[in-house]
Structure formats: C-alpha cells, structure tokens
C-alpha cells in the first residue's frame, strides 16, 4: 500500500513563493520528506537546473533510497558539513598566502565517488546525502575569504560508473573538473582486458576509458562543455603490473592526444619512475606536469628532462590523515616556494582513518621498480605527444 504525504496548508504559500523565486534565479530547490522508517527522501540542496548537467550528474549508479548505497558514516562528515572545522581550512589558506602559493590550485576531496576515502560521497549520513556539497562549500567559502588569496578549486571524480549527483556543489563553488586516468585493470575479476587470442586488449582498453560514465573522457568532456569548466587530469599514467597495461605507448599517445584536443592540463604519475634532476631546462611543455604521493621538484625536473622541456604543473599531495595545520603542511609546501611551478594541491576534507591507506600510485611489477627511460617507445611518445 502507498502512503500518501501531504504538506500541510500553512506551508504552502510559502513553499509556492520559495520555488518560484527558485525558478526564477536557476536553481533546484529540495524538500525532504520522511515516512515511517522509510530512508528520507532528499534532493540535492540549491543546484544548476541546466538540464545537461542533470542528465551527466545522474549517469551511472545511484539510489539513495537503498540503505547499502552508503558505506559506513564518517563522523566528521556533519561537521565540515555544519562548518565546524571552517578554521582548520582558513589556516590552510593563510599558510599558502604566506608560503607565496596564493595562486595555488586546491584539489579538494578527490574522486568522491569512489568509497576508498573518508570524504566518499557514500560516508555521509543517509539521511544527509547532501552532506558533501555542504562540506565542499563551507571550504571553498571560508578560504576564499583569505587576504591575498587567488585560490582555485578542482572537483575531481573517478571513472567508476558511481553516480556523482550527491557531489557537484554548483559551478560558483568550482573553478575546474578532472578525473584521474591509469592505463590499468577493467577486466573480470580486477584484470586487464584481454583480446581472444590471450594478448592485452589496449584498444579496448582504450574505448572503456572514454566510455565509462561517469569520469570517463568522452563523460568529462561534456561535462566541460555544460559547465564551462576547464579539464584537469591529476593523475594518470601507465601502469606495470599484471594487472595493468604494462609497455602500452597507445595509451600515451591517446591521453596526449586528448589532452591537446580539449586543452586540457595533465600531471603524469611520476613518483619513483623518474631520475630526478637538480633543475629545469628546455622548453616549456604548456599544461604538462608531474605529480605523486611524495613528490619533490626534483621529480619534477626530472619527468620534463624525461620529456624533452620543462613542465608547468606540480602535483602535490597533503597527509590524507591529518586536518590541515601549519606543523604537518609546512614540510610539504617549503619545497615549492620557489621551485617556479604552479601547483595543484591535493587537500584532504575530511582526514582518513588509519586504517584507509594513502593512494600511492599504480603498483609496480613484482617488487621491483621501474624507470619510464627504460622504455624508450614509450619515451618516444611522451615527446612527441607533449
């Protein structure tokens, strides 16, 4: 049997004047309404109606109705959402400020769709899916009210096919869009695709990555397209173990290909695969960079130098286990200053537990480590594509 819900009569001439002045200044209004023990029902808190961004945002699974759609609640969630740890973040910014990275571009809370983080869209409460968006603006408010800041904002997804709905806090609050891109697994059972004669299936490889959705290239693109906002890549890279493509120069070549065609910045997983070098030189290699867990400019240099010039980005992570503050982010920002790259900082929202280890790139075949200069077709690429 339905139940039937109705808004009581006092409400309702407030309700009709709320969501004409919505329609009115372009924005989605939501009503939560709960029944019984039912999961509440919730729409996403004022968004674009652009109906392209709607159809993209809803690509890919999602029911919110579904208890098992969230993994377990990060309890730190309600209160970035509230604006709690507002201060932890305009600390953050002034330390910037201060360090001369003003013009830093802050990657916030990446790949949320996916569940391996304690910022997960899915680790917000299920009655608050919207907790993230909240979360997201509270940052991107109190850090842009920083003197001397000229901050940036990368929202980044990752091409799991998990519906990003309950995470796109408005273009206001974004000054880019990313996805991060490895050229590994996609096959049954965390393998690599394989054509029908045993060989990996690069091309078809290939065609998953522009096609998953969302966080897919051909997805991303479009996304740029209705958004206006411009395309980051913050990581991607080749992968060498058994369960990635290995030796794959196709997959450079289509990365930089699609990067040039939709002026797109890319930052190249670079950590332990280069030799690092004491400085840079060549030319630079426009909306080239580098980044890795524990990257340093000499990395840096060194991927460049790899590349045939300088790079103009830098990837640069902060510890994912940790509220921002000036004892644990110092270390990490002193060695850019003056390294004459622009960064792109990785900024957790919410710290991970222990037990939630840091991303520290793809893995690397057996135990052993390997270096892109023992690959020169894939060298070839890389200095032809940049």
């Known amino acids: 049997m339905s139940t039937v819900r109705k808004i009581p009569r006092t409400m309702l001439p407030i309700l009709i004047v709320v969501v004409a002045l919505a329609a009115v200044a372009g924005v989605a209004v939501g009503i939560k309404i709960s029944s019984g023990n039912s999961p509440p029902e919730f729409k996403p808190v004022a968004v674009a109606v652009n109906p392209e961004i709607e159809a993209l945002l809803n690509k890919g699974n999602r ?23 507002n201060s932890k973040f305009r600390n953050l910014g002034e330390l910037l400020v201060k360090d001369g990275l003003s013009h830093t571009i802050i990657g916030l809370g990446r790949e949320m769709n ?6 997960s869209e899915r680790r917000a409460p299920s009655s608050d899916p919207d907790a993230y968006i909240r979360a997201w603006r509270q940052i991107v408010t109190t850090m842009r009210s920083v003197p001397g800041q000229h901050f940036k904002f990368l929202w980044t997804v990752y091409p799991t096919g998990t519906s990003v709905a309950d995470a796109w806090p408005g273009n206001a609050y974004v000054d ?24 990996l299936d690069h091309e078809g490889k290939w065609q998953q990555i522009l096609t998953t959705e969302p966080g897919g290239l051909n997805w ?9 906002k411009p395309i980051i890549i913050p990581e991607w890279g080749l992968d060498f173990h058994t369960f990635g493509g290995q030796d794959n120069p ?20 670079a950590g332990g695969h280069v030799t690092p070098a004491s400085t840079a030189s060549g030319p630079l290699l426009v909306n080239q960079g580098a980044s890795s867990q524990n990257n340093t400019p000499g990395t840096v240099n060194g991927m460049g130098q790899l590349m045939g010039g300088r790079l103009q980005f830098a990837g640069v992570y902060l510890p994912d286990h940790e509220w921002p503050s000036e004892e644990a982010d110092q270390p990490v920002l002193a060695p850019w200053q003056h390294a004459g790259y622009q960064l792109i900082l990785s900024v957790p929202m919410i710290p991970n537990p222990p037990a939630i280890k840091s991303y520290s790139g793809p893995p690397e075949p057996g135990h052993k480590s390997y270096q892109l200069a023992d690959y020169p077709d894939v060298v070839a690429a890389l200095r032809q594509g940049a």
């Open 114 to 119: 996916g569940s391996w983080y304690e910022w």
């Open 176 to 199: 880019y869009i990313g996805t991060d891109i490895f050229d590994w697994y996609g096959g049954r059972k965390g393998t690599y695709l394989h054509t029908a004669s045993g060989a």
């Open 250 to 269: 196709l997959f450079i070549t289509n990365m930089l290909a699609w990067m040039k065609a939709h002026h797109a910045i890319g930052l190249y997983w």
């Open 63 to 85: 029911n919110d109705t579904r208890y098992d759609y969230f993994e377990r609640t990060s309890p730190s969630f309600a209160g970035v959402a509230a604006g709690n740890y």
């Open 220 to 228: 991303m693109a479009a996304f740029s397209r209705a958004t206006g």
